[in-house]
């Protein structure tokens, strides 16, 4: 049996099965709804039933109260369907045409621009020049099952690319990132990735200036929007503010230097929060999203792009929009949830 979802204003539909999550079914169905952690976190997949029956799944009340359930609020990641449903939420038209599909791929080279990062070229096979928007992300298909998600770090290009890069840092006892930082993923390997992933991408309908937001390897996707935006020449301002520890964590910092002495309108704030004076560091301290707020007091005319850590990006949200009035829908964001902050948000 399955049932069948239909999408308001859209006016869209796809089955789904009734062990199936309902963003699963869409995806797979070629529709843009919103998403970005597929963990229940995040809250972007988040629509309202407007009729039918859902299982909400297994979600933390810290990301879906009681409150929001009784108003028909859903999490799509996490709901499943018990009967036929009209589902509210806004589809992203930037999305239309850009499916998800499972990819091989071969490494052709890592290379360590610091201490706890690689950066990865995958090649993809002669056919499959893959079609994306700059800002999303792939899954890495282990062989034992698990996934591991990673932004593209290079802009696509409207005949799609051949070659993709990755930035990884390397998170002590991680699964998949020991397992690299100790050599077991080699150069040459055939690895498989699904994607691309993800509604964290550059808005282009908008002449707002911009601010970039980035924690650690959260410059991947940001460098992917940026070399998108020079590519096709965008008028709009554009301002990164990248936070790291330590100055060698800032592991491509020739890049933006670059962009700021070369790009108009373009400047560069590189934020560190663990400085000691051997370190002989002239530039901004403290917290990223801090420094933002220092210089920028008032967000109303801006839109953020914002991607690191889940506790820099959550304190940008809640700060930006409640003291410097940056409007709800103009702060986009992909968060970095990694086991530890999914198993902190199960229920
Ligand atoms: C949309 C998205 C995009 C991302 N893009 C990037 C990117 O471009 N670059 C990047 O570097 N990272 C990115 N990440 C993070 C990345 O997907 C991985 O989470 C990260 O690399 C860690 O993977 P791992 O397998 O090494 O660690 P994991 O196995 O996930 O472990 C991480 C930590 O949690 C601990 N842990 C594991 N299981 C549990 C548990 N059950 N309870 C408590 N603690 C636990 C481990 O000991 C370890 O310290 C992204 C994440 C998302 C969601
Ligand atoms: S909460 Fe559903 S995609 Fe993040």
Request: aromatic content about 8%; some cysteine.
């Amino acid at each position: 049996m399955t049932f069948q979802v239909t999408l308001q204003p859209s006016g869209h539909q796809f089955q789904v099965e009734p062990d199936e999550k309902i963003l699963e079914a869409g995806i797979k169905a070629g529709l843009s709804i919103p998403y970005s952690c597929r963990s229940g976190v995040c809250r972007s997949c988040r629509g309202t039933v407007r009729e039918g029956e859902v299982d909400f799944g297994d979600v933390h009340p810290t990301y879906l109260p009681d409150s929001d359930k009784a108003k028909g609020l859903a999490l799509l990641c996490s709901a499943r369907a018990k009967s036929d449903l009209v589902v509210e939420i806004a589809e992203l038209e930037g999305l239309a045409g850009i499916k998800p599909g499972i990819v091989p791929c071969r490494v052709v080279k890592i290379e360590r621009p610091s201490a706890d990062v690689a950066v990865l070229d995958l090649r993809l096979p002669m056919n499959e020049n893959m079609r994306f928007m700059a800002g999303q992300y792939v899954d890495f298909l282990l062989k034992d099952g698990k996934r591991r998600s990673y932004s593209i770090a290079c802009k696509p290009s409207a005949e799609g690319v051949s070659h993709i890069e990755l930035h990884i840092r390397h998170v002590p006892g991680g699964h998949f990132t020991d397992r690299l930082f100790a050599g077991e993923v080699k150069e040459r390997e055939v690895m498989r990735f699904e994607g691309p992933l993800g509604s964290f991408y550059l808005r282009e309908d908008s002449n707002k200036p911009i601010i970039f937001l980035a924690s650690g390897t959260g410059f991947a996707p940001i460098k992917a929007m940026i070399e998108h935006a020079i590519a096709r020449g965008s008028q709009r301002p554009m301002q990164l503010y990248w936070g790291c520890r330590k100055p060698a964590d800032l592991y491509m910092a020739a890049l933006p230097e670059q962009w700021a002495r070369e790009v108009p309108g373009f400047s560069y704030v590189p934020v560190l929060s663990e400085v000691s004076a051997q370190d002989g560091w002239q530039g901004r301290t403290g917290l990223v999203h801090q420094a933002v707020m220092a210089d920028h007091p008032d967000l109303s005319g801006h839109e953020v792009y914002a991607c690191g850590v889940p506790v820099m990006v959550d304190a940008a949200q809640r700060d930006f929009l409640a003291q410097c009035g940056l409007p709800e829908d103009a702060f986009f964001a992909d968060s970095f949830l990694d086991e530890s902050s999914k198993a902190a948000a199960s229920v």
